[in-house]
């Protein structure tokens, strides 16, 4: 049961939305984050006035080209700031949020949480060595593995506000590789499969893949964006080798397990962002 919960890194795009949700089901809901003067590298950020239920860590650089800009502290928050936190809510439920770009190289057009881990940079081997922390360190806990999470109040830096942006001043999109596919996940779906999987049975363990399930070319997503406002067009580059290929998540476990459920498919999220 959802009594007393702790977001770490809560003050992000996914902690905002997550907090919203559990508040408006009657769950208190802390947060603990540097925007908020608030260190998890620190102990002593992590000492509270209450025991939490469940845990939900959230805390890491948004993306890879913020893990680049800042290797040092993402590397720190990622294992001393993890451990930290594991060791300091040993009782409470904990939740990890992962990455799908843990698996590298897609081998096929999908891949499900069997399928070999290989990540090619640093925020994915960064977020894989999370999943060890915890698995090693935590007996009860949840993995979640979402991709491409997008809706309202994203970072402008990210692909659809970015696109969107650029098309709005009659600009150019520029999608790099043809083959380029996102399995695009509304922020409302990867929501409902954190809170689904916080729900599990105590001392149940498990890894989820949540996306919506179906991945769709950034190239037709980009064409549809500038169809949409009538400005704006779409130039295809090479495929950029820092990022893996990708295709859609295998997300029968979580269907499966959980009662997972996504609702949003991507052109009615970009519906939302452009209304």
């Keep these: ?15 905002g939305h997550l ?30 006035d209450r025991e939490y239920s469940h845990v939900v860590f959230l805390a890491a650089e948004a993306n890879l080209r913020a893990v680049k800009r800042n290797p040092v502290d993402a590397i720190k928050t990622m294992t001393v700031g993890l451990m930290n936190c594991l060791k300091y ?7 990890y949020i992962s990455s799908s770009m843990v698996y590298g190289n897609w081998a096929g057009d999908s891949v499900s949480e069997n399928d070999a881990r290989a990540p090619i ?13 915890v698995k090693e360190l935590h007996s009860n806990y949840t993995i979640i593995r979402p991709t491409a999470v997008y809706g ?12 969107i942006n650029l098309a709005r001043q009659n600009q150019i999109l520029t999608v790099k590789g043809s083959n380029n596919m996102l399995d695009f996940t509304h922020v409302d779906d990867i929501i409902q499969g954190i809170i689904l999987g916080m729900n599990r049975p105590k001392y149940s363990t498990g890894v989820y893949n949540i996306s919506y399930g179906n991945a769709v070319p950034l190239e037709t997503v980009a064409k549809y964006i500038t169809k949409c406002l009538g400005t704006g067009s779409v130039k295809v580059d090479p495929l950029d080798l820092e990022y893996p290929k990708r295709g859609s998540m295998n997300i029968t476990k979580a269907r499966t397990e959980l009662g997972y459920k996504p609702t949003t498919h991507v052109f009615d999220g970009i519906n939302e962002l452009l209304s």
Excluded: W
């Excluded at 109040?153 to 990210?158: E, H, I, N």
């Design 1 to 15: 049961m959802l009594t007393n919960v702790l977001l770490i890194g809560g003050a992000g795009f996914i902690g």
């Design 19 to 48: 907090k919203n949700k559990l508040e408006s089901n009657g769950t208190t809901v802390d947060v603990i984050d540097k925007k908020h003067g608030k260190n998890i590298l620190d102990e002593y950020a992590l000492v509270a």
């Design 89 to 95: 809510y040993s009782d409470s439920h904990f939740t």
């Design 121 to 133: 940079d640093l925020y994915g081997q960064l977020k894989l060595a999370g999943e060890g922390i």
């Design 152 to 163: 309202p109040g994203d970072d402008p830096t990210r692909v659809l506000p970015h696109f």
